[in-house]
């Protein structure tokens, strides 16, 4: 599936701007299931600096000043991606036992192993917890495949939990979203990676975007789609797999991957520091276009 994706991000302040130092995260990856024809990062007003370097993980960080007086900051982000089925639907229950891929994963001296274990560790965003260990342990049987326990824990977090926008911040706690099981996308993904670290496999935050199916006989709207979060469990054998908890499925050609992280907190789409300003407004438009289709009608329309 072709897709072209538009991501706007605009900050309209209530004074001026002197300066503004940013870091954006906002470049779709390169992947084997992923194609990245074009992508196309532009601010306004125009930076006096502005350059992409990669972090740990391979995500593309791009890197801006702004030194001109503004009281509007507009990020935005043009990319034309081509997502490839992954075909993994059949997989979990062939995969290794839990226990037998914990053992295989403890000797390998691969490079690719070697860095997934550094993601077995906890995060401030997503810790090593006893109680989100004990959450998910009555899955982790005796001989239960790996990738398939982890489905059943996508699915029990989908089921027991509500997805609710109104409740969280980018600063609620994991263990406060298990005792209300409520949250948003970002907060299911950090409550399955922090479980899965609990019990010893490595975990991390998958960003990106997720195309939207409008209602039957009615059109698509510019803006009306938004970035989304899931993660993706190491299996010794096949590598980093995908699970999305807020719609219980495995990522496949609906999903587009931005970066990858411990956190919430390697992949902030957009990030800074000024001098100046006051209060400001933000808003964030996101389209995710598969192309072929006709142009959508525009969210104000």
């Known amino acids: 599936m072709k897709y072209r994706i538009s991501h706007l991000t605009r900050y309209t302040y209530e004074q001026d701007i002197a300066n503004s130092y940013n870091r954006g995260c906002l470049l779709p990856r390169g992947l084997l299931y992923q194609k990245v024809a074009s992508s196309r990062l532009t601010v306004t007003p125009t930076p006096s600096s502005l350059y992409n370097h990669p972090d ?22 043009t990319s ?21 891929a914990l053992q295989q994963l403890a000797g390998d001296t691969r490079r690719q192993a070697l860095q997934a274990r550094l993601l077995q560790v906890g995060s401030r965003m997503a810790p090593i917890d006893p109680e989100l260990a004990a959450f998910a342990r009555d899955i982790f ?46 907060d299911f993904a950090h409550l399955a990676i922090s479980a899965l670290r609990s019990l010893g496999f490595p975990a991390c ?76 407004d933000l808003v964030v438009e996101v389209d995710v276009m598969p192309l072929g289709e006709k142009p959508p009608k525009s969210a104000n329309a």
Request: hydrophobic share 35%.
């Open 56 to 77: 740990f993980f391979g995500n593309l960080y791009t890197f801006f000043h702004v030194n001109s007086l503004h009281r509007e900051l507009e990020v935005n982000v």
């Open 80 to 100: 034309q991606v081509e997502v490839m089925p992954r075909g993994l639907e059949q997989v979990p229950a062939r995969s290794l036992p839990w226990e037998q």
């Open 141 to 186: 049987q005796p001989g239960v495949p790996l990738l398939e326990a982890t489905r059943q824990l996508t699915h029990r977090i989908f089921s027991e939990f509500t997805y609710d926008p109104g409740f969280t911040t980018l600063a609620t706690p994991v263990d406060e979203v298990l005792k209300a099981r409520r949250g948003v996308c970002q």
């Open 205 to 280: 935050y998958v960003s990106g975007y997720l195309e939207t199916i409008p209602p039957p006989g009615r059109p698509r709207l510019v803006g009306a789609d938004a970035s989304h979060a899931w993660f993706s469990v190491y299996d010794p054998s096949l590598g980093w797999v995908d699970f999305d908890p807020t719609n219980d499925l495995m990522p496949d050609e609906r999903h587009i991957t931005v970066a990858f992280g411990r956190d919430y907190a390697d992949v902030v789409p957009l990030k800074g520091l000024m001098s100046g300003g006051g209060r400001h």
